[in-house]
């Protein structure tokens, strides 16, 4: 090693030192830049571009006092209709619809049987 | 409504976003030379235990309106047939059909 290559060499050191480097004469890795790379996670995430719920659309149109014409004229229409006598046959109630409307009964009944025998004693 | 190739590329991309710092901290672990080589070892084991859906190369910049994986136009982010669409409807300024 010739003088002139120690005496830069120290050089670098002293400049590492002064200026709060790290030292690292042989280029050892040291996953530096692993840690220094911006994290890439919320652009990756931006990509697609975001579609807004439903329901979120509807509270704003709510909040904003949006009126969509051709609904508020379907809902007039069906109104008027039913006002007339003319709107959509009641539905059949389903069996299920009708066993749980029973038991719902059947329970009310049993709680009537008994309040009303505490209310006699 | 997006189908299921974007639904899934989604999570991907959440996956990632949620586990890059930790990702990132193993990653320089098991690169840096100065440390055991025992503890770059387990820092790339942990690397190797993280699931399939929080790696950033799993991402895959899809076409943003049919899912499509090839063929998709970066910077419009579309496939090249809903580009050709797109254009032709006028929807992307700028954007002329040559012809010479």
């Known amino acids: 090693m010739t003088a002139l290559s120690q005496k830069l060499r120290q050089l670098t050191q002293l400049q590492s030192v002064l200026f709060e480097r790290s030292y690292n004469p042989t280029s050892q890795h040291t996953g530096a830049r692993f840690l220094r790379a911006r994290l890439r996670g919320p652009s990756m995430l931006r990509y697609y571009p975001q579609a807004v719920p439903k329901r979120d659309l509807r509270a704003l149109?709510?909040?904003?006092?949006?009126?969509?014409?051709?609904?508020?004229?379907?809902?007039d229409d069906l109104a008027a209709l039913k006002r007339r006598g003319k709107g959509a046959p009641r539905k059949i109630p389903s069996?299920?619809?009708k066993a749980r409307a029973a038991?719902?009964?059947?329970a009310a009944a049993e709680e009537a049987k008994k309040g009303g025998g505490a209310a006699r004693k | 409504m997006p189908n299921i190739r974007i639904l899934r590329d989604v999570a991907v991309r959440k996956g990632v976003k949620a586990h890059e710092v930790a990702r990132r901290a193993y990653l320089a672990c098991a690169r840096n030379q100065a440390l055991e080589p025992a503890v770059r070892y387990q820092a790339q084991?942990?690397?190797n235990n993280f699931g399939r859906y929080t790696r950033p190369t799993v991402?895959?910049?899809r076409c943003t309106v049919s899912g499509k994986g090839r063929g998709v136009i970066g910077e419009f982010g579309l496939s090249r047939y809903q580009f050709?669409?797109?254009?032709l409807a006028g929807q992307l300024p700028g954007v002329q059909k040559a012809s010479w």
């Open chain 1, 61 to 75: 149109a709510w909040e904003m006092n949006w009126v969509d014409v051709a609904e508020e004229a379907r809902l």
């Open chain 1, 95 to 97: 069996d299920r619809k």
């Open chain 1, 103 to 106: 038991l719902k009964a059947a």
């Open chain 2, 45 to 47: 084991l942990q690397l």
């Open chain 2, 59 to 61: 991402v895959r910049n």
């Open chain 2, 84 to 87: 050709r669409l797109a254009a």
